[in-house]
């Protein structure tokens, strides 16, 4: 039924339980898991705006590098993390290391690698949040061409 699973992983807790969910779906079926990790984008456009001195620019996006340093790190991490949690459930992976909207490149990916389910956590946001910030499972679920499994 399922031979490509893909899994968005990000270090939080709810990741960690669609990993576990995506598990038990990979060994039941003998399914790859397709596990994608995302650097979401900085926004430089406030460094880029025509308006804006190139000088001021340029010092504002120095200013990012411990910021972009920083969530690098995160995402190692959480790939580090992953690999040991999948390594110990002895199924088969491949990692994806994508940068941009988090939803796009998880739905990209599943396209791209014509995977047969997506599996997410759900970060458990509040309405208000959820109006605020939007919510990455929505997103996913909206745009993608095959299931998507939300794990709380």
């Given at each position: 039924m399922f031979s490509k699973i893909v899994i968005g992983v990000d270090g939080s807790t709810g990741s960690h339980h669609a990993a576990v969910a995506a598990i038990e779906f990979a060994q039941k079926f003998d399914a790859e898991l397709l596990?994608?990790?995302v650097l979401p984008p900085v926004n430089a456009s406030v460094a880029s705006?025509?308006?804006?001195?190139?000088a001021m620019g340029m010092e504002m996006m120095?200013?990012?590098?411990?910021?972009l340093e920083a969530a690098e790190h995160e995402r190692s991490e959480a790939i580090s993390e992953a690999d040991n949690v999948f390594d110990k459930a002895g199924?088969?992976?491949?990692n994806f290391s994508e940068s941009g909207?988090?939803?796009?490149a998880i739905v990209r990916v599943a396209d791209e690698q014509?995977?047969?389910l997506i599996v997410v956590g759900s970060r458990g946001l509040t309405?208000?949040?959820?109006?605020?910030?939007?919510s990455?499972?929505?997103?996913?679920?909206?745009?993608s061409h095959c299931p998507v499994l939300i794990i709380r």
């Open positions: 596990v994608v990790s705006a025509p308006t804006m001195p190139y120095a200013n990012m590098e411990p910021v199924v088969r992976y491949r909207n988090v939803a796009e014509k995977a047969d309405g208000f949040e959820r109006f605020l910030f939007g990455t499972s929505d997103s996913v679920t909206h745009n």
